[in-house]
């Protein structure tokens, strides 16, 4: 029989996802789980067939320049690409493949969290009781107001997968779906939904109540909400991030926020993870969150489930259902 591939694997996954590599594959895990330094991302990377990072694995072209003769695949356990330079890959014969679908409801789900707990202020509630105990003078009818989700009108930044499962949830709760993408999604799920389509972000800032953000991060969405686009929106408005801070001018978002001239903010994910600004935290009318969105047990074995039939078809010769292309990024 061949001999089986050397997979490295950057991070520890969820154990039935482990032992069946450990089947398939010759397979080297982290056991102990924790991040990867550079050195060892660079050991890896020259030993490896097939490399199985993680988003929190830079892998640059500086890095891809060291990896060895039998490097072949980089399957990542992930579903943002943002991490690699895919196009350098492509260029040095390295094929990358990812996870899209699988975290889709589950990221679309925190969405939701978050776009009921910033408005009704969910996390300033159990913050209050717990900080308060035995305290509470009750309630009162003047006391912890939001702001009403119905009728409102949600922006969506990003109308793929997670952008529509976005607009299909928010859709009952009585909002009114907008969206900005690089071009108008299917006929069909815009008259599903009634969402409306602005070509110009700048257009469309100024008409909403709520951002969410759900584009991938690629060079042209870096800073794509930054000073300028935040003073479009209405200082009643508030912003939900489950995609990359990095979309985000986070400094900037924290000076309106501080200043006033937005409502509040729902983040799953900051500009300098694992760092998160301590200003962010210190604001009643943020609620953050430690990267979760994809956080659940079932995503998570669906991810490994993607990874491993990456591989599989890969090692067999054939093209890997995930593939990811640069051109179409
Ligand atoms: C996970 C994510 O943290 O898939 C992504 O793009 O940001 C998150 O779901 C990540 O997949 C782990 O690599």
Excluded at 109 to 120: E, F, H, N, Y
Excluded at 231 to 259: C, F
């Amino acid at each position: 029989t061949a001999k089986k591939p050397l997979v490295i694997v950057t991070r520890k996954l969820p154990a039935p996802i482990e032992a069946r590599m450990g089947e398939l594959f010759d397979v080297r895990l982290n056991g102990d789980d924790h991040p990867f330094s550079a050195a060892e991302l660079a050991a890896a990377i020259r030993e490896a067939d097939v490399l199985v990072p993680t988003v929190t694995d830079r892998i640059d072209a500086r890095l891809l320049s060291q990896a060895g003769e039998n490097l072949r695949l980089i399957a990542q356990f992930g579903t943002g690409v943002d991490n690699i330079d895919v196009e350098t890959a492509r260029r040095r014969g390295i094929t990358v493949t990812n996870t899209p679908g699988v975290l889709t409801e589950d990221t679309a789900d925190m969405t939701m969290g978050l776009l009921l707990a910033v408005p009704r202020r969910l996390a300033e509630g159990s913050r209050y009781l717990r900080e308060h105990e035995g305290q509470w003078p009750g309630w009162s009818p003047t006391w912890m107001l939001g702001r009403r989700l119905t009728g409102k009108r949600l922006g969506i930044i990003g109308m793929g997968r997670i952008g529509q499962a976005v607009a299909r949830r928010a859709k009952p709760f009585g909002l009114e779906i907008h969206y900005h993408n690089r071009k108008p999604a299917n006929a069909v799920i815009e008259q599903e939904l009634e969402a409306r389509f602005w070509e110009n972000l700048d257009d469309m800032l100024p008409k909403v109540d709520i951002v969410s953000v759900n584009c991938p991060l690629t060079p042209q969405t870096f800073h794509l909400l930054d000073t300028r686009r935040l003073k479009l929106l209405k200082p009643e408005a508030y912003i939900v991030n489950t995609a990359r801070g990095e979309i985000i001018d986070e400094n900037a978002l924290i000076r309106a926020l501080e200043a006033g001239e937005l409502a509040g903010a729902g983040l799953d994910v900051f500009e300098h993870e694992p760092t998160v600004n301590p200003r962010l935290l210190k604001l009643p009318n943020v609620v953050s969150l430690p990267h979760m969105g994809s956080a659940t047990i079932e995503g998570r074995v669906e991810m490994g489930g993607k990874v491993i039939v990456n591989i599989k078809t890969f090692m067999d010769g054939h093209r890997p259902p995930d593939r990811v292309i640069p051109a179409i990024m």
